[in-house]
């Protein structure tokens, strides 16, 4: 299983960015997909997680009505919205798959990891 995560870079304050999360097909469209952020120097933090259902999302309180976490699995993509971006976003953005239907908070819940896409917000 693979997972290919792009769409990071540079964006100033209040500005927005779209990540994406390529998955090999064979795994995709059957499990829950999620969003992790890991600033310098800090622990990789739970940012947003979809179902195996695209109606069911959960978020993060500190990205709650900003972020929007989508999948496309004719495509099998997973998509990160990131609006009114703030400097304390920076960080690098992974997704994670795991072998459920059902969303996730925790790291340990998740069995496959991108290599990361570096977010940076300028102020």
């Known amino acids: 299983v693979q997972l290919q995560a792009c769409g990071g870079g540079l964006v100033q304050a209040g500005g927005s960015l779209r990540l994406s999360c390529a998955v090999s097909r064979r795994f995709f469209s059957n499990y829950a997909m999620g969003w992790f952020r890991q600033a310098p120097g800090k622990e990789r933090e739970f940012v947003a997680a979809?179902?195996?259902?695209?109606?069911?999302?959960y978020y993060a309180d500190s990205v709650k009505g900003r972020f929007a976490i989508s999948r496309d699995n004719a495509k099998n993509t997973v998509y990160l919205q990131m609006n009114s971006l703030r400097p304390e976003d920076t960080a690098v953005y992974y997704c994670?798959?795991?072998?459920?239907?059902?969303?996730?908070?925790?790291?340990?819940?998740?069995?496959?990891w991108g290599q990361g896409t570096l977010v940076t917000v300028s102020s």
């Open positions: 979809i179902a195996r259902s695209v109606s069911d999302t």
């Open positions: 994670a798959g795991r072998t459920s239907s059902t969303w996730s908070r925790f790291k340990s819940a998740y069995d496959y």
